[in-house]
């Protein structure tokens, strides 16, 4: 199993943003995201550096692999 990329809040949001999810609102040192059609939000923590286990709950929760999520945030980042 591959650990998820280390990255802080805002670059996370850049990856999930590129996966088709959206800003929905920010409340205090969070950042919540939606996608339509999807019952899920991530709330992901505005952070210099995100935990992995924080980070992979959040690719959990948005229904994809680790794998999927690196490469995009490779491609983009």
């Known amino acids: 199993m591959s650990q998820p990329r280390v990255m802080s809040g805002r670059e996370a949001v850049r990856v999930f943003q590129a996966l088709g999810w959206k800003?929905?609102?920010?409340?205090?040192?969070?950042?919540?995201?939606?996608?339509?059609?999807?019952?899920?939000?991530l709330s992901v923590p505005d952070h210099r550096e995100v935990a992995r286990g924080t980070l992979r709950g959040l690719i959990r929760a948005a229904d994809m692999l680790v794998d999927d999520f690196n490469s995009t945030a490779n491609s983009i980042l």
Not at 27 to 35: D, M
């Open 23 to 41: 800003v929905a609102r920010q409340r205090g040192s969070h950042i919540i995201l939606v996608r339509s059609g999807s019952i899920a939000t």
